[in-house]
């Protein structure tokens, strides 16, 4: 039995079979984040639940595959994944590790070597696992990824988190946001925004410029930042 209990998702369009592996994870010590049969479901989930692995069959329900998924989870939250599939020919393979898997599970699947295979990949990520965190604000569930995160600004009732390759909107207050936040991955260098120390390329008497981003910062707030580089 694990430490702390991980949270998997199971992406997988034969019903049965997901439930067989659901079973086999909560009897092994696991939770389940859910089962998705296609991408849109796979999307819900991971944007509204902790998850701390994704287990991705690649023929799913829908246009979009397993691939498609495994690239999601990679722009956006940094997650270990595992591909379980019966498809081995060349051009799937030279796909599937281009996307950088943490394993590859041939079916009809042995629960064994699958629940070995995750129990190794958490055992060897040891206390370097976790590039995201999950708040919940209201009754939504955000998966942040600290990884990808630049900075964070107010606008109004929401705040945008801006990531290196995309914006996202919450309706939050900027306060409310960073308490729920762990300590130190933010600093705020003004009223209305806060930053991620790790971008910082340079500081200035009043801007800060991080992943060539420039951002006014305010002397109300100089000792955060002085206390964080």
């Known amino acids: ?113 699958l629940l070995m295979t995750m129990d190794i990949i958490f055992d060897n990520m040891g206390d370097n696992e976790s590039n995201y965190t999950s708040i919940t604000i209201g009754t939504t569930t955000y998966n942040i990824n600290l990884s990808e995160l630049l900075y964070v600004e107010a606008e109004h009732v929401y705040i945008k988190l801006h990531y290196q390759s995309k914006n996202t909107l919450i309706r939050s207050s900027l306060t409310s946001f960073l308490e729920l936040m762990p300590k130190n991955t933010l600093v705020q260098i003004s009223r209305g925004v806060a930053i991620n120390p790790k971008y910082i390329e340079k500081i200035e008497a009043a801007k800060v410029t991080l992943a060539g981003v420039e951002l006014k910062r305010s002397k109300n707030y100089a000792t955060n930042l002085d206390q964080a580089i």
């Open 1 to 113: 039995m694990l430490k702390n209990i991980k949270n998997i998702l199971i992406v997988e369009d034969e019903v049965l079979l997901a439930q067989q592996l659901k079973q086999a994870m909560l009897k092994h010590g696991y939770r389940c984040a859910g089962i998705a049969i296609d991408y849109k479901g796979a999307q819900a989930i991971l944007d509204s639940t902790k998850v701390d692995m994704v287990l991705l069959d690649i023929k799913i329900s829908g246009e979009k595959t397993g691939i498609d998924v495994a690239q999601y989870i990679n722009a956006n939250y940094g997650l270990p994944f595992i591909f379980m599939t019966s498809y081995n020919d060349e051009d799937t393979l030279t796909k599937i590790k281009a996307l950088h898997p943490k394993g590859y599970i041939n079916k009809p699947l042995n629960h064994a070597t």
